[in-house]
């Protein structure tokens, strides 16, 4: 379940991996983060760097880009 506010996704790609779903990003100018299920390998990717403490799903990974992080 969900909590916080809620957040739309730029992109729902299904995945078989955490890579493939950070490549995904890396490819999308726009995205700054993205959630990895590790239950059904949805990628969500994400406009906002500050998702990760918004965005709370059970058995859900968030990763942000380093490369335009901090």
């Known amino acids: 379940m969900a909590m916080g506010v809620a957040m739309v996704p730029l992109a729902t790609p299904t995945v078989m ?4 779903c950070a490549d995904k990003c890396l490819r999308l100018e726009q995205c700054a983060t993205f959630t990895f299920s590790t239950l059904d390998k949805i990628c969500k990717l994400y406009d906002d760097g500050n998702s990760e403490s918004r965005v709370s799903i059970l058995d859900t990974n968030v990763y942000t880009r380093r490369d335009i992080c901090c």
Do not use: E, K
Not at 17 to 20: K, V
């Open 17 to 20: 991996s955490r890579a493939m």
